[in-house]
């Protein structure tokens, strides 16, 4: 099945512990982005990438950090330096052109204790 | 002012209803528009996009005006499992970043 994959699925952090999220696609698209959702808010970018070996902040990206080293993958890290970092966390995928459908993993919940 | 505004609801309405939704945007730039539906605790998935001449799916009729910068999404006959947050979507021409997500109407289909 072609898709997007993300893992966990609920997670739960203590404070001061960096945690990483998986994102995986088999979609073979180009483009792949990480967005926030808090409750009743719309989805807020952390980080795009266009191409493999490089990407870029989007409006949020203080206190976290990403990295693309494969077309397939693009994991997110949630460092200490995030000071609120419960959330929806929702990974995408698109075709990359600017008219492009973007795609959705199921996301993960992250929650700080 | 946000770049998309909705307006949240909640709607309730019962089930065979027509309901409509309204969002603008505020980049004249704008070149594309999506509806996109998100279950509760679920991911946004693409509900249909919005075509300057308007289009239909099924019960679902989008339209676009583009001098008024506004996009409606009116959902006929409406069913149970309708209920859920309709998010409007728009990509702003040139942008890297593609799309822009508004926050959300919530519908709640009832029996």
């Known amino acids: 099945d072609g898709g997007i994959t993300q893992s966990p699925k609920y997670l739960f952090r203590k404070e001061g512990q960096n945690v990483t999220l998986s994102c995986e696609q088999n979609l073979n698209h180009d483009a792949m982005y990480w967005y926030r959702q808090d409750p009743g808010q719309g989805l807020r970018l952390i980080y795009y990438s266009q191409i493999v070996n490089d990407f870029q902040k989007g409006d949020i990206a203080e206190g976290y950090s990403v990295s693309r080293e494969k077309k397939e993958s693009f994991p997110l890290t949630v460092t200490s330096a995030q000071k609120n970092p419960t959330a929806f966390y929702l990974c995408a995928s698109s075709g990359g052109s600017e008219t492009d459908t973007q795609y959705f993993g199921p996301g993960t919940r992250l929650t700080v204790l | 002012r946000k770049e998309v505004e909705q307006d949240p609801g909640p709607f309730n309405v019962p089930e065979g209803a027509t309901v409509a939704f309204n969002c603008t945007y505020s980049?004249?730039?704008?070149?594309?528009f999506f509806w996109y539906r998100q279950d509760c605790r679920k991911e946004p998935k693409l509900l249909m996009s919005v075509y300057s001449s308007g289009n239909e799916d099924g019960r679902f009729t989008a339209q676009l005006n583009r001098a008024s910068q506004y996009i409606s999404l009116l959902i006929r006959d409406s069913k149970l499992s309708d209920s859920a947050t309709y998010l409007c979507?728009?990509?702003?021409?040139?942008?890297?970043?593609?799309?822009?997500f508004g926050s959300g109407t919530q519908l709640t289909v009832l029996p």
């Open positions: 980049n004249s730039a704008s070149q594309s």
């Open positions: 979507v728009v990509n702003i021409a040139g942008s890297a970043r593609q799309l822009t």
